[in-house]
């Protein structure tokens, strides 16, 4: 674990929402970049308190305003998922509901971003939000995700319009807040729990339950103007 920020990760992580043929490695993983780390001791933090989403899981990849400060299911490296910290990860077992989440509220967050695990950092702003599952293409190809319910410090958000669910990279994931995927480009596999948003995924050819409800932003940005915790609730079905 180290303060210092990697730059080359920070306009990985911008890429990741971009698009599926932004960035991905031999794993199929999207966003990853390996960056050689050292142990660093820090009285207070516990390394073992940083977690990482592993095939079958679903976590809540997000990032600020600035793409600064972020969590796309890995362990914190040289700063650069430092909400991996108590991360609420779910193992995806089935069809059911599950929860992910992240939080500022812990030494590990505090100590990469003051530098004192007795300091204080509020986030401010979301630029990128999705529950992922990890490695879903090969483990759980047929999985739908629909966000039920978004919780900013305890707050429940008005969900402004539907969720959907595709394929990238490898991964599976639903959009909470992605600028980077409007409304009319959705991506040719989007499904919902409803039914495929579009006939054999020819994207000139929506299905009747393709009627503008669906988005890749179903959440207001200006919500996450300042937060320190974010959970989402969600339902997985198709499997």
Sequence with gaps: MKLKRNAAFVTAVAMLACSASC????????GKVEVPTEAVTVEGVDANDAVE????DAYLAIADEAWEVQYLGNKDVNGSDQLSYDAGVAHISGNG?????VTADTNGFRYDETGDINGDYTIK??????????????VLPNAVITINSVKVDGRELELVKKSYTNTESGSVRANIFNEW???????????????????????????????GSYSAQIVDRNEFSEWKNVEVGFTI???
């Design 23 to 30: 960035l991905s490695d031999s794993s199929g993983r999207v």
């Design 53 to 56: 989403a592993a095939a079958g």
């Design 97 to 101: 509901e599950y929860t992910v989440s």
């Design 125 to 138: 702003g979301l630029g990128f939000a999705a529950v992922i599952i990890d490695n879903a293409e090969e």
């Design 181 to 211: 995927v409007s409304d009319d480009g959705l991506p040719a596999d989007a499904r919902s729990a409803e039914g495929a948003l579009f006939e054999n995924g020819d994207v000139s050819k929506p299905t009747a339950i393709n009627d």
């Design 237 to 239: 079905s198709g499997l």
